[in-house]
């Protein structure tokens, strides 16, 4: 019986230690997972290519394009009024990829924003896409 509960509780206490080292090991993965999206996100949202990046006849009014060698989206609100935002989504990191509407769409889990602000229409994001700075001068949009 001595042989039997110390056996019994030698595997209770290894099942426990596991338990504790696996949830140690996730949250370790989960919080260098996390590090490394928000460094990759800032990265991405900081790329600045230079020259013109769009032409404002690509960009419909009431609309927009997402110009993926920039990682921007720049849109149209309206008639002569342009916008640019990050296309990184803040969620968890995807390009977005339609413009539909009057939003922004990101399709990894459908996360909207407003063409004219970036804020958030619809989640799961809870942050607005990033507003980058542009110029225009004639057709050229240009970032900066
Ligand atoms: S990464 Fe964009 S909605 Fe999740």
Request: charged residues 15%.
């Amino acid at each position: 019986m001595a042989d039997q509960s110390f056996c019994c509780d030698r595997r209770a206490i290894l099942s426990a230690a596991g338990v504790v080292a696996t949830g140690a090991a996730l949250t370790g993965c989960s919080n260098a997972q996390r590090a490394s999206d928000a460094a990759s996100y800032n990265r991405r949202v900081q790329h600045t290519p230079t020259g013109p990046i769009a032409s404002t006849a690509d960009v419909p009014v009431g609309g927009g394009v997402i110009v993926e060698s920039a990682e921007v989206v720049v849109t149209q609100p309206s008639e002569g009024e342009f916008k640019a935002f990050s296309s990184i989504c803040p969620h968890q990191g995807c390009p977005v990829t339609q413009i539909d509407d009057g939003v922004i769409i990101c399709t990894c889990h459908n996360s909207r924003f407003d063409i004219a602000t970036g804020d958030v229409v619809s989640g799961p994001a809870r942050k607005g896409l990033a507003t980058r700075t542009i110029t225009v001068d004639g057709e050229d949009v240009s970032l900066g």
